[in-house]
């Protein structure tokens, strides 16, 4: 990765992300420099109006106190940015464009090493601006509304069921039902990959084939055979929500 990055090994980095730590990580293999690491638009604001401008900004979409693209209204940025963002590529391939990158949670090295060489050929030369237009275009397509209730039937009755209420997701025999905290299971129209594009994917999982689960009903992740990893939940018994082999690094950093 060092030979690869080599054009950034003098850069100034600036990380503005809450979660930053693997990013971090790759930068450090890289031996680049990270000036700062800020976790909200209102301090990011104010490092950008008193300091000067970096050779490269890594900016999270999601910051502690709203979206990053705030940042750009109250204050003037001439530093390229590479965006990070857990959201699904296909929501983010129409904006790859010369003066912005992206780098998908959780972040991999060879991605980093090759959004690096892109600011290197594309940015680091010609020190493009941030394009605002794009920029606008990527904040209606990435502040998309998750599903917050799901309605269930209950005989003649019909039921919302908040997301936060909801252990997990899990299908069985060519049915999709969800789990709530109290333990309780009510069959759904949707099948579990519709179910995986309506959810948040920093609160839902798709540990399997079978469980999509929620980050907060976790009570805790063990080791378990063919390295894979078992879930226990903090509202149920249920023992069979396994990591599948596949997903078990991917599933670790979704944990942090």
């Not at 999601?62 to 204050?75: R, V």
């Not at 980050?215 to 903090?234: D, N, P």
Request: hydrophobic letters at 40%; charged letters at 30%; proline letters at 2%.
């Amino acid at each position: 990765l060092k030979a690869d990055a080599e054009g950034t090994r003098d850069s100034r980095l600036l990380l503005c992300d809450l979660t930053a730590r693997t990013l971090r990580t790759g930068l450090s293999l890289l031996g680049i420099e990270v000036v700062e690491r800020i976790g909200s638009i209102k301090k990011s604001v104010e490092w950008f109006r008193n300091n000067n401008p970096v050779d490269l900004v890594f900016m999270d979409i999601q910051l502690a106190d709203g979206l990053s693209f705030e940042i750009f209204e109250q204050c003037k940025l001439d530093s390229p940015v590479i965006f990070t963002t857990a959201f699904d590529e296909y929501a983010i391939k129409a904006f790859k464009v010369n003066s912005i990158d992206y780098l998908l949670k959780p972040i991999d090295f060879q991605d980093l090493s090759k959004a690096l060489n892109k600011f290197t050929s594309m940015h680091y030369v010609h020190k493009t601006p941030v394009n605002q237009g794009k920029m606008e275009e990527l904040l209606q397509l990435l502040t998309k509304q998750y599903k917050s209730r799901f309605v269930v039937k209950i005989g003649l009755h019909i039921r919302p069921i908040e997301v936060s209420e909801i252990q997990y997701f899990y299908s069985l025999e060519k049915a999709t039902f969800l789990c709530t905290n109290e333990n309780k299971s009510y069959a759904l129209d949707f099948s579990l990959d519709q179910i995986e594009g309506l959810v948040d994917p920093q609160l839902f999982y798709r540990i399997n084939r079978k469980f999509l689960v929620n980050i907060k009903a976790i009570k805790e992740v063990i080791s378990y055979s063919g390295s894979r990893l078992k879930i226990s939940f903090k509202y149920s018994d249920e023992d069979d929500a396994i990591v599948s082999r596949e997903k078990v690094a991917d599933f670790k950093n979704w944990l942090e």
